[in-house]
């Protein structure tokens, strides 16, 4: 009889050898294309590339990039600078792991039937189809998104949801993944996207560190949400409101009634409500209820509370409270959000 511990080596040889070595990944552009789409991605590709390759000097490199667009040579983008595509879009061959459309002044390419009808072929034989930021509109308009989960930049929810009903959107996310298919938020969400490519392929010590040289979180503060309460605090022009919101995001185990924020303020409760919600395009008591979820998923991704201790540091009334709350933003519960998006060492 053999040596199972043999058999199960054999085995493990078996199946790592069958995946490709090096992971081809094509990135679409087009005119008036965001370059920061392009760029933030490609960069986080060659920066794991670089990584692994150092610390496996005799190993081929992960990653092998090209950019494609409808014909080779530079392509201007919405900034007026130039990218040169390697080589027209329909020349590409082969096997393609990852294939990324970036985002920009999406409309003509959107429009374009021979873009349309070569992403809807090609996706057929990609490893994992993503988008950066509004190249969602582009995979819409192809039907690549019927009955799937998606999200896009949050300028461009309302337009996107009405446009293609048969998505899912996710109007919070930083990306989605449903399934093979992948898409961003706005512009350096496209960095967030490409980093959680690079984990599941290479690990979490490999992303951390293409993070660690591009200066970026690999996680970053606010998690996997597109609101940020303390830029809509920053967002807001100087005055009453714009302190208040700033104190909100640091009090949120404080009394936030209506009647107490608007004490804050010397106005009536009516007066504060009416010109709170023109300011911030909520009401105060949903600009809290964000601003506590916010400082909730931060704590879940970072921290090792119990739930409850987690619901009463941001001001919901309890754990039960805090999962409802969970639920109706996000169709999650707080402890498998806590498993999906925990930082990770």
Excluded at 33 to 38: H, R
Excluded at 103 to 108: A, I
Excluded at 185 to 194: C, E, F, K, P, S
Excluded at 298 to 325: I, K, P, Q, W, Y
Aim: charged fraction near 25%; hydrophobic fraction near 40%; include cysteine.
């Amino acid at each position: 009889m053999s040596n199972p511990s043999s058999r199960r080596t054999t085995v493990t040889r078996l199946v790592t050898t069958r995946e490709p070595r090096t992971k081809r990944i094509a990135v679409l552009i087009y005119e008036g294309t965001q370059s920061l789409d392009v760029i933030g991605p490609v960069e986080v590709f060659a920066g794991a590339s670089q990584h692994f390759c150092e610390l496996n000097p005799n190993a081929p490199p992960p990653y092998a990039i090209e950019i494609v667009a409808a014909c080779s040579g530079p392509v201007r983008m919405s900034s007026g600078v130039h990218i040169c595509a390697n080589r027209p879009y329909t020349s590409l061959r082969g096997n393609i792991d990852t294939l990324i459309v970036s985002g920009g002044e999406v409309h003509q390419a959107a429009k374009d039937r021979q873009v349309r009808a070569w992403l809807q072929s090609t996706a057929r034989r990609v490893r994992r189809l993503a988008s950066v930021c509004t190249g969602a509109f582009i995979l819409g308009e192809a039907g690549l998104l019927n009955g799937r989960r998606a999200t896009t930049h949050w300028l461009g929810i309302a337009q996107f949801r009405k446009r293609y009903p048969r998505v899912e959107v996710e109007s919070d996310a930083i990306f989605v993944r449903d399934g093979n298919l992948y898409t961003s938020a706005g512009v350096t969400a496209g960095i967030d996207l490409a980093l959680a490519l690079v984990e599941e392929d290479l690990g979490h010590a490999v992303a951390l560190q293409v993070a660690r040289r591009l200066v970026v979180f690999l996680k970053r503060p606010g998690g996997q949400s597109q609101f940020s309460s303390h830029l809509e605090a920053q967002a807001v022009a100087n005055g009453p409101l714009r302190d208040l919101r700033e104190w909100i995001v640091e009090h949120l185990d404080s009394n936030l009634s209506v009647e107490a924020l608007a004490a804050r303020t010397a106005m009536s409760p009516r007066n504060f409500a009416r010109v709170f919600l023109r300011q911030s395009g909520m009401t105060p008591a949903k600009y809290v209820e964000r601003a506590r979820l916010d400082a909730a998923r931060r704590r879940l991704e970072n921290e090792g509370l119990s739930l409850e201790e987690v619901a009463d540091r941001c001001g919901f009334a309890s754990a039960e409270h805090m999962r409802r709350t969970f639920l109706r933003h996000l169709r999650v519960v707080p402890m498998d959000y806590r498993r999906r998006f925990r930082a990770v060492g």
